[in-house]
């Protein structure tokens, strides 16, 4: 069974400080990878999405970076964060080669005072 | 532009009662639609899906119904029980594309007891 991981579960920055979060998933080789943000009370907005390693592609620009150093890694940073940055950032997964369902971990609570 | 809508934004119905939540849809290349349901502080899960080429889903209490052209669907939540309280989102993709999943801002669904 595939299971993904995110880290840490939650975090409290300042702002102009640098960010990372991370986010593992295991028992699936080559999945497709991706970052969404979620404001308190709002709906998915996804940020990047991966389908191999090195390659990420961006959706939305909120000055924040992503990379895929391994396989099962995704990575979501900037250098410096805003106080638009809190919110819930959520990993999701999918098995790729047509098969869209995408599967989410359990997400990262961001507040950034 | 707001690619898939919901209605209502929130709902409260009895226990036992049936929960009805629509969606609605406006790219005609949209042929993956699934629901997911997120409890606070959690990661949003798959909770059932339906591809355009059906016009329902069932699966247990949960029973998605589809019109393709109206571009609407639905999902009937039957006998709901207080532990259905939760936030449902209706999304949308291009099944192939294997990049983006549109959602919906997101109904929350109150069950009373």
């Known amino acids: 069974a595939q299971t993904i991981h995110q880290w840490p579960v939650a975090e409290i920055k300042a702002v102009g400080s640098p960010l990372s979060l991370g986010c593992t998933i295991k028992g699936k080789s080559s999945p497709n990878l991706y970052w969404y943000w979620q404001a308190t009370g709002g709906t998915l907005q996804q940020l990047f999405y991966?389908?191999?390693?090195?390659?990420v592609e961006s959706v939305v620009q909120l000055n924040l970076s992503a990379s895929r150093p391994k396989d099962d890694q995704f990575i979501l940073s900037t250098e410096k964060l805003l106080l638009s940055h809190s919110g819930f950032y959520l990993c999701?997964?999918?098995?790729?080669?047509?098969?869209?369902?995408?599967?989410f971990g359990p997400g990262t609570r961001l507040l950034v005072l | 532009q707001q690619q898939v809508r919901q209605s209502p934004q929130s709902l409260t119905v009895w226990e036992g009662e049936t929960a009805i939540l629509n969606c609605s849809y406006e790219d005609s290349t949209f042929n993956y639609f699934p629901w997911y349901q997120q409890f606070p502080g959690e990661g949003p899960a798959l909770l059932i899906s339906i591809s355009s080429v059906s016009d329902k889903k069932e699966d247990g209490r949960f029973t998605i119904f589809f019109n393709k052209r109206e571009k609407k669907l639905s999902l009937h939540i039957t006998d709901s029980q207080p532990g259905d309280s939760a936030t449902y989102f209706c999304a949308a993709a291009s099944q192939g594309t294997g990049s983006k999943l549109s959602f919906g801002k997101g109904a929350k669904l109150t069950v009373s007891p």
């Open positions: 999701a997964w999918s098995p790729g080669q047509y098969q869209d369902t995408q599967y």
């Open positions: 991966s389908i191999t390693v090195g390659q």
